[in-house]
């Protein structure tokens, strides 16, 4: 570039940089217009007005054109009467400071609602314009850099282990430019050495079992002496054993797609600063909400909204962060901070922020490309979630994201954001508890009169629903962020409290995903659920009493009950959430459509698979009569691998079988006994990442604010009355004959 | 001339030991003759002479110095005291104590010679037949010394209770006397039955009787503020102008009319102007002669000493005019505007000073304290005592002032901090409701059982109904109880105390909006303003030939002083056409109003034929009745609940169309008719420079009529909107509400005062308010995706 040039260019950055400033400024001069009228002492009826008139613009706006600039604009009037709301409720409803009986609580109620409102604020910041999916690299990659792929492992399944390790090494690259880790921290030399006998023996076999099958498989066997530092420690040990210039990780249970690191590598030479390149985890079966509440196949699931639009927020402000799994890291990056971080529990996030202090960059890829499972238990689910508040906790404590030097301003929100949503549990259990102390205690711990609720609260209430749904819309239905937060308040509060009290205690815990459910039972950490249950319920009993017995502040009394009314609902979902449904299938089938070879008795019919999951498939075949199959007959499937073109046998055993229009379905289950068997698998069920996105697609709809509300009232119901069910039969100790959750699951 | 000066300064200023209800404390020049005004802030003491210092004793009294005044006074002592004086003892138009429990508390003036006086106290009342009389009780009290505490029992006939008052207990100056009633129901304990009592007092028959010969005699101009009541509880100048013909004549009958009216200060103010004497005299009756010694000498048999030297302001006993005439006079004009000042000096307010307090002490104790920004009251300060009760429904109220500019009722809110308590015998259910001028503005229900004792409970009062000027605000705690409930026959009075309110409760007003508004008739009644802040001498317009006119213009002149609290410089020779832009009060006939004042103020010239003569309302009136009929079956069924619940919308709202505009048109042209007697009308100047305010009524005479009804103290609050008309013959005041208005700037530019008139302004026109917080958002909305799409990544 010549001298010339230069100048130019700098002309040109100086240019940008004085629109920037000059766009920030217009911005600054908005916010402080709106912040003046907002906090000017306006009448209620003038309030009343104004919250009518922005809730039906932000209506008409929904309904006429609810993205791009129209989106912003209908957040800003949301955000107007949010703010409108925060403001009559620092200076007109707390309690007056001498009655420290309705003070102390109000106060706490207060703190509550403002960190809500801080928390809508920051997302609002993170998700105001989460950066469109990127366009596939899989076909530009000129340079194919060397690879290291770690799966570290703790006491996984060796069959669940080959599944995954078979899909990575199936993954569609160079098999020179890249290397497969197992990095087994359930077969250490700590282990195998292990002062309880049958411990020291399961480690042995583990090591030995896992050793053949990654040697089978053409992956590489890692153990290390001591389990330091948890998954971290394995990882760096994986690190300091390798030498690739990127390393991908994928959690035991998470396989990958072919096109993984096609779709991911590329990313790396366009930015020499990139440190990280993540993608979505999608779990291929329910968690316990969605598989208890059976809304799986019909909505989003939890984490879509994080992996749908969260991180592609924070993506815009380069705040992308490492998820445990799925992502693909550069090694010199990591040489930078000695590896992987392990002062918390969550090393992930924590190694993340270090290297975005540090300037580092992060991407990430809105595409499916790796597929898992995740904990089917409440129990495991709680397990997990309790992990990675405690580990956000941590990072909050001893990193501090907020004051990080080298954080970038929107970086720094980014992560109070991350970090700070895992306090959620307490203003949940203070919003589970304020009614009850005006109804049980008649403390009047919120000043307002019922005009005034009407005005403000219910207009804040609403105006805050609508607002999730233009953030989330498609991503999450109205209401099931508040039931999950609920559900894990129950168990969360304790633990985060924990943490903050001994913030170094926590261990890393593997969280249990390969669970299954056989009999319909109630969770065994359920019970307080159905204590709140009861509480809540007298809650509505005193409302009609008071409502009845003092119709002199009925009003109060029924706004009161009426958010009473709306915990005991959420409260009634989340017995349906404890109440296990006792399964058939496992995971969940993926539908595919792939020809194939279908052997009985030694002879072979033409078929089609048409599903297939992670144990079992599906196969439709042409030719045979029923006499032919038996259950529990061997047979076995023939056909043709992505991967590399050549055909092989997959033994299974048939477990059902019927017959329908275009033949006879076969329900069967793997039966793998070499490696070339998980390798067909992991070919059926991981090689196509579309489908999974299509999967995803389907279940991707924006049912609006009135109809997901009805739609989560008649859930709530049913769910109650499914949790009393359950309960009762607890109960009364029998064990149930015919569980509700296996007679409406056996479909095809 | 000097010495005779010196001798009217002493005269006129001698027993102002008394301070004056004006507060003008500190606030006089220190060349003022009135060095003894710095002696007693405080209520006077028994003793006024040992108060006063020497220098002004001299003149006090029958010592020699003062026979000027008192040697011809002689033969007519004789004659008054062959009937002894009265002094009617009640300001009011009526006085009725009603409910459970009632207390008015007011001043009255007395002079030396009538605090000296051996008296005795008479009160006549009637009662309500169901007041029982074994529980009920009335209590009259003296400067805090109890003079009588009788059971109430005069419920077939009107009773009369005559009881000596003890020595030393009245002194000069201002005597507060207070009189409170506790009465209960015979049979009934119901909330409902606390309405049916009531006890009445005859305000004719109702007074002090001074034994003393000279009790009735003013002997110096300063005695004119014991001028009292009569028997209506009105208080009359006649001002004796024999020169009232003379154009010059006019500005000093104002001035000299707005100077008396503060001096005495009474509510009920009337002056009647005349070139001779009336016939009127007696209690609450002052006459006043006014003009040159040579025109004075028309209606008085002897002009005072020094007339016809200089200045002269002095009280004698005329032969012709009768005792106690207050003669203004000098050798000319010049000279009787000085002796007019010198009594204008003693009651004036300079411009500039802040007013602390509205005299309200001569019908309510104690002065009404000005709040002119935030602020607070402990209970104690503002007049409220504790007060403990064991009835079914209990009252008691204080006063607040806000300023002219006070600009906050469609959205401030004042709070009360209550300190009080309820005994365990109190059910929930009972209530604790704040009234700000009879209009409820809040309501505190009781929720707890078994008693509690509230402290600093916060209240939150709408200032929805607060008005410039004297604002009362009521507490009232209605009390239910299980042995209420029960009633049991010959019990209505037992039981213990029920409820108490503390002194130390608090009352205390936020920062408020303050700008004024043009037209706004409320700013006048309450505050004089604008014309009581002109730095020029005010524009009347008037018929100076008629005397009805110039006595109405004198009153209203001297009403509108009083609510500013200083003397308002009118220049009566101004022409209409020569007002230009100026403030400007127009005060005539109908038929004399020029039109373009008439347009201006949204008055209507030509149907003035039919107005003011009296016409039965027969026509049924189609919405009264039907309204009627909706209240009727209001609450039955469930169209009853539907429209219950839209009574609680408007009630909690209080959301009205008027909340929809945008641009208010200007209100069509009103047009006078009926029998109300005085149109009283206020828009801004053409250019709108200033105020006009137009006061005009069919006739002359009921120009008069209808301004001595308006300027009654029960009428002159009821002035508001932009247009007010008084009908005298019902004492009924209807306004018309302002609908289009001007700002008229009053503080200096201050960022917080503008963001709450912006708030205010917005609080009254809701659907402005949304607009602009649409429009802004908007705006933010647009600036964020500016935002968004110039920082981070963008794909």
């Known amino acids: 570039m010549t001298r010339g040039g230069h100048v130019m260019a700098d002309a040109d950055c100086r240019g940008t940089w004085m629109r920037k400033f000059l766009i920030i400024l217009q911005w600054a001069l908005a916010s402080a217009c709106v912040l003046t009228m907002v906090s000017l002492p306006i009448s209620l009826e003038t309030q009343l007005v104004a919250s009518m008139s922005v809730l039906v613009a932000m209506m008409i706006l929904k309904l006429v054109r609810p993205d791009g600039i129209w989106r912003l604009v209908a957040l800003a009037f949301g955000t107007a009467i949010v703010m409108r709301y925060v403001y009559w409720r620092t200076t007109s409803t707390l309690p007056p400071i001498n009655q420290l009986e309705n003070f102390i609580p109000g106060i706490l109620l207060y703190l509550a609602e403002l960190y809500s409102v801080m928390m809508l604020a920051l997302s609002l910041f993170v998700v105001a314009l989460p950066l469109p999916s990127r366009p596939s690299r899989a076909n530009l990659n000129d340079r194919l850099p060397t690879v290291d792929v770690f799966i570290p492992t703790y006491n996984e399944d060796p069959e669940l282990l080959a599944n995954t390790m078979a899909a990575a090494r199936g993954m569609d690259y160079p098999p020179d430019r890249f290397t497969v880790w197992l990095l087994d921290d359930g077969g250490t030399l700590q282990k195998r050495n292990s002062e309880r006998m049958v411990d020291a023996n399961n480690a042995e076999r583990r090591n030995e079992q896992l050793q053949k099958l990654a040697a089978d498989l053409g992956v590489n066997y890692l153990t290390r002496d001591r389990n330091e530092h948890a998954k971290a420690g394995n990882l760096n040990n994986g690190l300091s054993q390798s030498s690739g210039e990127l390393i991908a990780v994928f959690d035991a249970d998470h396989a990958p797609a072919r096109d993984f690191l096609k779709e991911t590598v590329g990313y790396f030479d366009e930015d020499p600063r990139l440190f990280l390149v993540q993608t979505p985890h999608f779990f291929l079966n329910p968690d316990p909400v969605e598989r208890n509440l059976r809304t799986f196949e019909q909505m989003p699931s939890e984490n879509e909204m994080f992996y749908g639009i969260i991180q592609r927020g924070l993506d815009k402000w380069n705040a992308s962060f490492f998820c445990g799994s799925a992502a693909v890291l550069r090694r010199s990056a990591l040489v930078e901070t000695n590896g992987f971080s392990g002062v918390s529990i969550t090393e992930d996030c924590e190694t993340a922020i270090e290297l975005h202090a540090r300037g580092w960059h992060s991407v990430y890829v809105d595409k499916p490309l790796i597929a898992g499972l995740q904990p089917a238990t409440f129990a495991s689910f709680i397990g997990q979630r309790s992990r990675w508040a405690q580990g956000m906790m941590q990072i909050l404590r001893f990193r501090f994201p907020p004051l990080k030097r080298g954080l970038s301003i929107p970086q720094r929100l980014c992560y109070m954001s991350s970090t700070l949503f895992w306090l959620f549990p307490f203003p949940r259990a203070i919003f589970l508890v304020a009614p009850l102390f005006y109804l049980f205690f008649d403390l009047q711990i919120f000043t307002a009169s019922g005009g005034e609720f009407m005005a403000y609260t219910l207009s804040y209430m609403i105006v805050n629903l609508m607002m999730q749904n233009y953030l989330y819309g498609a991503f999450r239905w109205p209401w099931i962020s508040e039931l999950y937060e609920y559900v894990q308040t129950v168990h969360l509060l304790p633990a985060v409290i924990s943490v903050i009290l001994n913030p170094r205690k926590p261990t890393f815990k593997v969280t249990a995903k390969d669970e299954s459910i056989s009999t319909s039972r109630l969770s065994e950490i359920g019970k307080p659920f159905f204590v709140i249950f009861g509480v809540l319920l007298i809650g509505v009993a005193m409302t009609a009493y008071k409502v009845y017995a003092e119709p002199y502040k009925a009003d109060v009394t029924l706004v009161v009950g009426g958010w009473n009314l709306l915990n005991l609902i959420m409260a009634g979902c989340a017995l349906g959430v404890v109440s296990e449904r006792g399964e058939r299938a496992a995971t969940r089938r993926v539908k595919v459509s792939r020809r194939c070879d279908f052997e009985i008795n030694g002879k072979w019919h033409k078929g089609t698979i048409e599903n297939v999951s992670a144990f079992g498939a599906r196969v439709t075949v042409l030719g045979p009569e029923l006499e032919d199959l038996a259950r529990d007959a061997k047979a076995g499937i023939r056909f043709k691998m992505f991967a590399d073109g050549t055909e092989a046998v997959l033994p299974v055993t048939i477990r059902n079988f019927e017959r329908t229009a275009d033949g006879i379905a076969v329900g069967c289950l793997y039966q793998p006994s070499e490696a070339v068997h998980h390798r067909l698998v992991a070919d059926l069920i991981f090689a196509n990442s579309k489908q999974w996105e299509q999967f995803q697609l389907s279940r991707r709809g924006n049912p609006g604010l009135l109809r997901g509300t009805a739609w989560f009232l008649r859930m709530a119901i049913y769910q109650t009355y499914r949790g009393l069910v359950y309960f009762w039969r607890d109960l009364s100790g029998r064990k149930p004959t015919a569980p509700l959750g296996q007679l409406a699951e056996k479909r095809p | ?795």
């Open chain 2, 1 to 795: 001339m000097r010495s005779a000066l010196l001798l009217l300064l002493l005269l006129s200023a001698s027993p102002t030991a008394a301070q004056t209800p004006f507060d003008m404390s500190g606030e006089r020049p220190a060349a003022s003759p009135a060095p003894q005004s710095m002696t007693s802030p405080s209520v006077p003491s028994a003793t006024p002479p040992a108060a006063t210092p020497p220098v002004s004793a001299a003149p006090l009294g029958a010592t020699p110095p003062a026979t000027s005044n008192s040697a011809p006074v002689e033969p007519e002592v004789q004659q008054a005291a062959t009937e002894p004086s009265k002094r009617y003892l009640v300001p009011f138009t009526e006085l009725v104590l009603a409910g459970e429990y009632a207390q008015r508390s007011w001043s009255v003036f007395l002079t030396p010679e009538q605090a000296a006086s051996a008296s005795e106290i008479h009160l006549g009342y009637q009662n309500a037949i169901v007041v029982a009389p074994e529980a009920s009780r009335m209590t009259v009290s003296i400067n805090g010394t109890t003079i009588f505490d009788e059971p109430i029992a005069a419920a077939d006939n009107a009773a009369d209770i005559v009881t000596a008052v003890p020595p030393r207990v009245l002194h000069a100056g201002l005597n507060d006397i207070v009189i409170s009633a506790v009465q209960r129901h015979r049979t009934d304990c119901s909330i409902q039955s606390t309405y049916e009592l009531w006890t009445q007092i005859d305000l004719a028959r109702t007074f002090l009787v001074f034994d003393a010969p000279d009790a009735s005699h003013w002997k110096r101009v300063e005695d004119l503020r014991a001028v009292g009541v009569d028997e209506s509880g009105a208080t009359t100048f006649n001002l004796i102008v024999p020169s009232m013909a003379q154009t010059v004549s006019t500005s000093p009958t104002i001035r000299l009319g707005e100077a008396l009216a503060l001096m005495a200060n009474m509510p009920n103010q009337a002056f009647e102007v005349s070139e001779d004497d009336l016939p009127e005299a007696g209690p609450g009756v002052a006459k006043v002669v006014l003009g040159p010694a040579a025109d004075v000498a028309k209606v008085l048999s002897a002009v005072p000493q020094g007339a016809e030297a200089g200045p002269v302001a002095t009280v004698v006993d005329d032969p012709k005019l009768g005792p106690s005439t207050l003669v203004i006079s000098g050798p000319n004009w010049q000279a009787v505007d000085m002796a007019i000042d010198d009594i204008a000096r003693q009651v004036d307010r300079p411009a500039g000073s802040l007013r602390t307090s509205l005299g309200t002490r001569n019908w309510r104790t104690p002065d009404v304290p000005m709040l002119l920004g935030a602020g607070s009251f402990k209970f104690s300060d503002l007049g409220v005592n504790t007060l403990e009760f064991s009835g079914r429904r209990v009252r008691t109220d204080f006063a607040v002032g806000v300023p002219s500019d006070f600009y906050a009722g469609a959205y401030g809110q004042a709070k009360i901090l209550l300190d009080a308590a309820y005994s365990q015998e109190v059910l929930p259910g009972s209530h604790i409701d704040i009234y700000v001028n009879d209009n409820i503005a809040a309501t505190v229900p009781i929720t707890t059982v078994g008693g509690e004792i509230l402290r600093h409970l916060p209240i939150k009062v709408t200032m929805r109904h607060f008005r410039p000027g004297d604002n009362t605000v009521a507490i009232e705690a209605v009390l239910l109880t299980q042995a209420d409930t029960v009633c049991a026959p010959g019990a209505p009075s037992s039981g213990g105390q029920r409820f108490a309110v503390f002194d130390t409760s608090e009352f205390v007003m936020p920062d408020f909006a303050r700008v004024a508004r043009t037209p706004d008739l409320a700013a006048i009644s309450g505050t004089g303003f604008p014309y009581g802040r002109v730095d020029y001498a005010l524009p009347l317009i008037m018929d100076r030939a008629q005397s009805e006119t110039v006595s109405a213009g004198v009153t209203l002149l001297a009403r509108m002083s009083v609510a500013a609290g200083r003397l308002i410089a009118v220049d009566a020779s101004t022409a209409a056409s020569a007002v230009a832009d100026r403030n400007a009060i127009f005060l005539s006939a109908l038929s004399q109003v020029p039109p373009t004042v008439l347009a201006q103020v949204g008055v209507s010239g030509n149907s003035s034929s039919g107005w003011g003569e009296a016409v039965a309302s027969i026509k049924p009136n189609t919405e009264t009745t039907f309204d009627e009929w909706r209240q009727k079956l209001s609450g039955s069924g469930w169209r009853g609940q539907i429209s219950s619940f839209e009574d609680w919308m408007t009630r909690t709202f209080n959301i009205s169309m008027d909340s929809f505009r945008i641009f208010p048109g200007r209100p069509a042209e009103y047009t006078p008719q009926g029998s109300a007697s005085l149109l009283v009308a206020q828009e801004t100047s053409p250019s709108a420079g200033g105020t006009w305010t137009l006061v005009t009524a069919p006739s002359a005479s009921a120009l008069r009529e209808g301004v001595r009804t308006l300027t009654q103290q029960r009428m002159w609050r009821q002035l508001g909107g932009h247009l007010t008309t008084v009908d005298s013959g019902d004492d009924k005041v209807v306004t018309l509400p302002v609908t289009h208005f001007s700002f008229v700037e009053t503080q200096p530019f201050s960022l917080s005062n503008y963001r709450l008139i912006v708030a205010n302004w917005l609080s009254a026109n809701a659907l402005s308010y949304a607009v602009v917080l649409t429009v802004l958002s908007i705006l933010l909305g647009l600036a964020t995706a500016g935002l968004l799409g110039s920082l981070g990544r963008h794909r």
